[in-house]
């Protein structure tokens, strides 16, 4: 029941419509929810994109290294969203992860959920690895016949990752200081990249470099988190400063799309920018940006990767916030 409890809180937050982060409340900079208990202050963050199963692990790590005199309990929150968050018929399609943790004991016990939260002290942190997901489960990720995990099935979605604190327990003084949450994905193969926690801004910008013959790549995700659709136009400019190609995603709420820069421009669920950045047939070295156009208030969370000879890492993917 309680994590039925905190997952609620925890969705009503992420589908408020609004990039609120602060509150002018008891909170103050923190986003406030107010339950028959107690109130509760918040700090989340956006991760646009998340993989496991089929070789893919994804880590979570959050810390209670808060700053000042008064350190108080607080609870490491996370939830996991699916990148296609409703199917055709209109029902909600559920992400239940197999994961581990470093808190549970016996550690190394695998466990399930689609929500959750971990209690931290001052000092203390936690690592989540999300592994798997269930068999047998109908399209809807329900009804599941079984609990044994199916290592050959790819997951992909975004997270709401960041601390909740009660205001008995010290909020909002306990939650000053806290680093921001740090997700890390990666393949059995090699691959690796670390997903920085940003909040949601309108425009994001990335430099790019790839070649005619795919030795370098990029690929990219764009989440909206909230429950607005959003309408986001990716501009992809040369080093002098010329336009190469556009391409517009809509992206409903919850939603994620997927694409690496070189997909088809049409009859693709992930479009992408076909052969735009090779005219003549030159190598790409240049920046992509990514705007919301629809509705004027409307805030996404962005990942980069970028490719080169088999190896992966993360893009230097920059937000720019309304002043």
Same mark, same amino acid.
């Given at each position: #029941?309680?994590?039925?409890?905190?997952?609620?809180?925890?969705?009503?937050?992420?589908?408020? /419509?609004?990039? +609120?982060?602060? *509150?002018?409340?008891?909170?103050?900079?923190?986003?406030?929810?107010?339950?028959?208990?107690? $109130?509760?202050?918040?700090? #989340?963050?956006?991760?646009?994109?998340?993989?496991?199963?089929?070789?893919?692990?994804?880590?979570?790590?959050?810390?209670?290294?808060?700053?000042?005199?008064?350190?108080?309990?607080? +609870? !490491?929150?996370?939830?996991?969203?699916?990148?296609?968050?409703?199917?055709?018929? =209109?029902?909600?399609?559920?992400?239940?992860?197999?994961?581990?943790?470093?808190?549970? *004991? @016996?550690?190394?016990?695998?466990? +399930?959920?689609?929500?959750? /939260?971990?209690?931290?002290?001052?000092?203390?942190?936690?690592?989540?690895?999300?592994?798997? %997901?269930?068999?047998?489960?109908?399209?809807?990720?329900?009804?599941?016949?079984?609990?044994?995990?199916?290592?050959?099935?790819?997951?992909? =979605?975004?997270?709401?990752?960041?601390?909740?604190?009660?205001?008995?327990?010290?909020?909002?003084?306990?939650?000053?200081?806290?680093? &921001? @949450?740090?997700? +890390?994905?990666?393949?059995?193969?090699?691959?690796?990249?670390?997903?920085?926690?940003?909040?949601?801004?309108?425009?994001?910008?990335?430099?790019?470099?790839?070649?005619?013959?795919?030795?370098?790549?990029?690929? !990219?995700?764009?989440?909206? @988190?909230?429950?607005?659709?959003?309408?986001?136009?990716? $501009?992809?400019?040369?080093?002098? /400063?010329? %336009?190469?190609?556009?391409?517009?995603?809509?992206? @409903?709420?919850?939603? $994620?799309?997927? #694409?690496?820069?070189?997909?088809?421009?049409? /009859?693709?669920?992930?479009?992408? !920018?076909?052969?735009?950045? !090779?005219?003549?047939?030159?190598?790409?070295?240049?920046?992509?940006?990514?705007?919301?156009?629809?509705?004027? %208030?409307?805030?996404?969370?962005?990942?980069?990767?970028?490719?080169?000879?088999?190896?992966?890492?993360? *893009?230097?993917?920059?937000?720019?916030?309304? &002043?």
């Amino acid at each position: #029941m309680r994590l039925k409890k905190l997952f609620v809180i925890m969705l009503a937050l992420c589908l408020s /419509g609004s990039g +609120q982060i602060f *509150a002018d409340g008891v909170c103050e900079e923190f986003t406030e929810f107010d339950t028959p208990y107690a $109130t509760l202050c918040f700090r #989340m963050w956006s991760i646009p994109w998340i993989a496991f199963g089929d070789g893919w692990k994804t880590t979570v790590r959050g810390a209670n290294l808060s700053d000042g005199i008064q350190r108080g309990v607080v +609870q !490491f929150t996370w939830a996991i969203f699916p990148a296609v968050p409703y199917a055709p018929d =209109g029902h909600y399609i559920n992400l239940t992860a197999i994961f581990t943790d470093n808190r549970t *004991a @016996p550690l190394g016990v695998l466990q +399930q959920g689609l929500a959750g /939260g971990i209690i931290l002290s001052s000092g203390n942190s936690t690592e989540l690895n999300l592994l798997y %997901t269930l068999a047998g489960c109908d399209k809807y990720g329900e009804y599941c016949s079984t609990d044994i995990p199916d290592p050959a099935k790819l997951s992909v =979605g975004r997270m709401s990752v960041g601390y909740m604190a009660r205001i008995g327990e010290g909020a909002p003084a306990s939650l000053r200081g806290l680093p &921001k @949450p740090s997700v +890390q994905f990666n393949h059995v193969s090699g691959l690796q990249a670390t997903e920085p926690a940003f909040d949601p801004a309108p425009v994001w910008r990335v430099p790019v470099s790839a070649t005619v013959d795919g030795k370098q790549t990029f690929s !990219f995700a764009v989440n909206n @988190p909230f429950k607005e659709d959003v309408v986001v136009k990716g $501009t992809l400019i040369n080093q002098n /400063g010329i %336009t190469l190609g556009t391409q517009s995603w809509s992206i @409903p709420g919850t939603g $994620t799309v997927a #694409m690496f820069l070189t997909n088809p421009k049409s /009859g693709s669920d992930s479009l992408g !920018f076909g052969q735009d950045p !090779f005219p003549g047939g030159a190598n790409f070295t240049g920046w992509l940006e990514l705007r919301v156009i629809s509705p004027s %208030t409307g805030l996404v969370s962005v990942v980069g990767l970028q490719y080169t000879n088999g190896g992966m890492t993360s *893009a230097d993917v920059q937000p720019f916030y309304s &002043k």
